[in-house]
């Protein structure tokens, strides 16, 4: 039986979770295992609302039989299970009829989220399978591998996830990853390379190390990292993005403009950490001008206080851009 074993595979393989969270495969292969009840749920996690995040779009058109395969073996491995495959309203669009046809007889539905990227996040994702509606975050714990749709066992993996699944259970992954490469590339696109290059040589390798001065926001394009050409010997990090900005052309201000306005779309406004200290940020944006202690004191806040970890993930790449762009930023 080609999948026996399959969990101890996953650990052999080190394989983390492909969604940003960074998790061992084989640890929540085997909670989920353990976890005792008769009826479980199986996820493939296609929300992928992070601008730049181009990863799971490129496997829906590509390779979806590989994605259904990696569905496969998570259905024959956890027996008696039900999976949805839920996917952000473009790519359900697009790849549902395609999807379908591959998924024939297996009890496999796929699914259009109801929000943006906060769908994304597993308790939202549990919430709106079980409702068929748009949804906020859920306390944590109990955790979706314990008390998921409808209260029962339910295993969330990104798409990219079951993707290598599949071919760690071929016996063909290469310990590789999908970058997704854009900002001012010059072949922007989603490359398959392997997990442990650092950015430096991603970048070498798919010909898109500038001639001109740059830094990078690695991970996802608003809740990254920002990083100098001189730091890019660190390995990708989080959902696998690189996106590349000219040193000299790119505004501080509007970049952070473009992130306060994505973070407070897609926040759900449920906590006034993320509601409130979101839009305290924008009023600093707009008069181009940062109170530090203040600043300070509303990163600290949204960092340990907010109820999901979109409002917590909000301070990262203003801290690094702040430090390290923005005094170059002409006023
Ligand atoms: S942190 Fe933001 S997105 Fe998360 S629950 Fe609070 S308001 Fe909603």
Redesign the pocket.
Known sequence: MKNKNIIAKLKISNLRGRGGANFPTHAKWQMFADANSKKKYIVANGSEGEPNVLKDGYILKNHPEVLIEGLKIALDTFKGSEAFIFLRRDYFKKYKKKLEKLIGDLPITVFREHGGY?SG?ETVLCEEIEKNLPA??RTKPPFPGQAGINGLPTLINNIETFYQIAKIAQGKYKKTRLYSITGKASYKGVFELPVDWAIKKILTKTKNKPEFKYFVQVGGGASGDILLASETTQKVSGSGAIVIYDRDQTDAWVLMRTWIDF?MQ??????????EG?YRILEMIKDRQFDEKRLDDLFFV?ENT???????SIPLPFRSLIKKILPHTRN
């Open positions: 906060l996040e906020r975050p973070f897609e926040n759900c406004d449920k906590c006034t950490p993320c509601r979101s949204l907010s109820y999901c970890a979109l409002g917590r």
